[in-house]
């Protein structure tokens, strides 16, 4: 979207993280929203020139032409805007969205869960970049169980390739000894492609099932497997954000 491209008054409300577009057509019917002092109605479009007010009160963009937003992945997608074998990729369960955002970071093809796109390259960088220690939540079913030894190698590191893996957080959520398997809780700050199945497979553990929760201090919540939605400006904040002190969460 351009700079100063006009957006319906809904879809600039909505990337402001007020409100649903859903949501902000009533609002915009109730006659509650104000764009230049006149009361809006349904089908007015902005630019971020324009002041817009809900109820009385300022709506400002987190950042004109920027997106930010959060998708459930389902397993069987690859992290990519195009395949030229013809797989399934997430661009297509982004399709909606009406402006050109891109996957910060990836989740392999078998696995599920949270995702951030935007079209904001400055904040992609920081959230990628080791040195902002973005901490990334997963849960992760293993078989068949898991012993103290292999809990404290996913803790202290294992090694991949011939180097070594930074420190991760582990907690055992559930071990169903039933059905010969362990739901655990990772918590790493890396992000190399296939870390924890590799982490995992070192220390003799078979992972069944993969799943990232969080990213930073914003979690997925019960957003829909295949939905999205925009981040609000706190969430988009929150992803920079440290969770975790001293070794915990917070």
């Not at 030229?84 to 402006?99: M, S």
């Not at 292999?150 to 582990?170: F, S």
């Not at 992972?207 to 019960?222: F, N, S």
Request: charge should be positive; charged fraction near 30%; proline fraction near 3%.
């Amino acid at each position: 979207m351009a700079k100063n491209e006009p957006v319906r008054l809904q879809k600039f409300i909505s990337q402001c993280g007020v409100a649903s577009r859903r949501k902000a057509e009533e609002l915009i019917a109730q006659g509650k929203v104000k764009i230049n002092g006149k009361t809006a109605v349904l089908g007015d479009k902005v630019t971020p020139a324009d002041k817009v007010y809900i109820n009385g009160k300022r709506v400002v963009a987190q950042n004109a032409g920027c997106r930010y937003i959060m998708l459930n992945k389902p397993r069987g997608f690859i992290t990519t805007m195009s395949d030229e074998k013809g797989r399934k990729c997430v661009a297509e369960l982004v399709k909606g969205v009406g402006d050109r955002v891109y996957p910060i970071g990836r989740l392999d093809k078998d696995s599920e869960g949270l995702l951030i796109f935007t079209n904001d390259g400055e904040f992609a960088n920081k959230v990628m970049h080791p040195r902002n220690s973005v901490y990334k939540f997963y849960r992760v079913t293993v078989r068949p169980s898991i012993s103290e030894e292999q809990l404290i190698k996913l803790e202290t590191g294992v090694e991949i390739d011939g180097k070594k893996t930074a420190p991760a957080i582990v907690h055992v959520l559930v071990q169903d000894k039933e059905n010969s398997r362990v739901v655990l809780e990772m918590i790493l700050h890396e992000g190399k492609n296939r870390e924890i199945r590799k982490m995992c497979e070192a220390v003799g553990l078979e992972v069944a099932r993969l799943k990232r929760t969080q990213i930073g201090g914003v979690k997925m919540g019960m957003l829909k497997q295949g939905d999205w939605r925009d981040l609000t400006e706190k969430e988009v904040k929150a992803i920079l954000a440290n969770p975790i002190v001293n070794g915990r969460v917070i």
